[in-house]
Each structure stands twice: as structure tokens, then as C-alpha cells.
């Protein structure tokens, strides 16, 4: 149980087009979701909290045009880069929380790595 | 504001050596849960323990164990006899007192890239 799936897995896209990255709870309904970014060899940077139904919380310095936070179902959270440029280029991870008991853990995807052209 | 602090970037060990990745912690919550978490070449994060701020118990399971200091706020994992298949990087994390709460957040160590070679 507990299972987090995310997609794509890899995206290589240009410059100035925008990407959308799916992040799923297989099993359990998720509450609460968390989007993450890792630079090579770097640690975990939070970007920003989403709740299902409701804005998402952004951490300071993470620009909210540019990464879209979308959580419209209990299993179903997106994330979309818009006009991606090469800077973008990272392994975004997901993690998914449900309300209580044994789901009330934060469980991560699998990331998807991006490549902008 | 909570921090970790992971000083060891890269261990390279032997296959069968023990190994400790240590973890340092800052926080002003009295009330506090620490974790480690394994991130093998694929990239998917792997949950190892969790453990709150009032058990002080070190715990082992298996080849794994961790030692909880409070006084010095450190909570370091021990690998013994080492395995190649625990090569990865190894993060510790730090939640907020309300970590049962839907919203609180983990603040993660830089990670330590562990190579285990045969």
C-alpha cells in the first residue's frame, strides 16, 4: 500500500514550451501533496504545499507563474512548468500525504527528471 | 527555523566495513520527529525510520541501526557490513512539531553519497 506513482518519468522538451508533470496516490487518498526539486548531488528544496481543492502554498523565492500547482482530485496532483528554459531542468519529486492512521506519512514518488533544450 | 546538517558529502567503503553517516539538527520545537531516507542511482526515495524527539531508544533492524542523541542533537545511522546494494545516497530529514499535521513540511540534509565497493 501507499503507493505514489508519478508521469512522465523523463521529459526532454525546448525552450519556451511548458511541461506537465502528473503525480498520482495509487492507493490511499491523498489530502495533502508536496512538490519537490533536486539539482544533481543537491539535497531536497520544498516548493510548495497543495491541498486538494485549495491554492497552492508556495515557499519563499519559488515563483508561482512560472510553476503551476494544480490539485483537483484526492488522488491526482499536477505540476506544470510553463515557458521551461534550460534553467528549469531538474528532478522534480512528489509526495503524497492521506488524512490518518497508517497514511499519515508522507509518501514519494518516483520523480521525473526534466530537460530543457 | 529548523536545519539539518549532514557534514560528510561522499564515504567510500569496502564491502563488509561498517559505516556511520552522521546527522546533526536545529530546532526549537520541543516536540520534533526525525527520519532517513535512502536514494539509490534511480532516484526514488526510500523511507528507512522515524523517529519522534521523546524516544531516545536507538533502534537496529537488521544491518541497519541509529543512535538518537538528544543532548547533542544528533540521530546517526550505522550501516554494518556493508552491501554494494547500499550504495545511494542517504538524506536525514527534519519535520516540524506538528508533523501529524496535513500541511507540515520536511527539511531535508544535503545527503551523503555512500559507495560501497566489492
Known amino acids: 500500500g501507499a503507493v505514489v506513482s508519478q508521469h512522465p518519468s523523463r521529459v526532454i522538451c525546448k525552450s519556451g514550451t511548458s511541461v506537465k508533470i502528473e503525480c498520482r496516490s495509487l492507493d490511499f487518498q491523498a489530502t495533502t501533496m508536496f512538490w519537490y526539486r533536486q539539482f544533481p548531488k543537491k539535497s531536497l528544496m520544498l516548493m510548495a504545499t497543495?491541498?486538494?481543492?485549495?491554492?497552492?502554498?508556495?515557499e519563499q523565492g519559488v515563483e508561482k507563474d512560472k510553476f503551476l500547482i494544480n490539485h483537483a482530485s484526492l488522488t491526482l496532483s499536477t505540476l506544470t512548468v510553463t515557458s521551461a528554459h534550460p534553467e528549469d531542468s531538474s528532478f522534480y519529486i512528489c509526495?503524497?500525504?492521506?488524512?490518518?492512521?497508517?497514511?499519515?506519512?508522507?509518501?514519494f514518488g518516483p520523480g521525473t527528471r526534466l530537460t530543457v533544450l | 527555523a529548523q536545519k539539518v546538517t549532514q557534514a560528510q558529502t561522499e564515504i567510500s567503503v569496502v564491502e563488509k566495513e561498517d559505516v556511520t553517516l552522521d546527522c546533526v539538527y536545529e530546532t526549537r520545537d520541543t516536540t520534533y520527529y526525525l527520519f532517513w531516507y535512502k536514494q539509490p542511482p534511480s532516484g526514488e526515495l526510500v523511507f528507512l525510520i522515524r523517529?519522534?524527539?521523546?524516544?531516545?531508544q536507538n533502534e537496529i533492524s537488521g544491518r541497519y541501526s541509529w543512535n538518537f542523541q538528544k543532548s547533542t542533537s544528533s540521530f546517526n545511522f550505522t550501516i554494518t557490513a556493508s552491501q554494494v546494494v547500499d550504495s545511494a545516497v542517504y538524506f536525514c530529514?527534519?519535520?516540524?512539531?506538528?508533523?501529524?499535521?496535513?500541511?507540515?513540511?520536511?527539511?531535508f540534509g544535503k545527503g551523503i553519497t555512500l559507495s560501497v565497493r566489492p
Open positions: 497543495s491541498n486538494e481543492g485549495s491554492k497552492a502554498t508556495y
Open positions: 523517529r519522534n524527539s521523546f524516544d531516545e
Open positions: 530529514a527534519l519535520s516540524e512539531a506538528s508533523y501529524t499535521g496535513a500541511n507540515s513540511k520536511l527539511t
Open positions: 509526495s503524497a500525504r492521506g488524512a490518518s492512521g497508517r497514511y499519515n506519512e508522507q509518501f
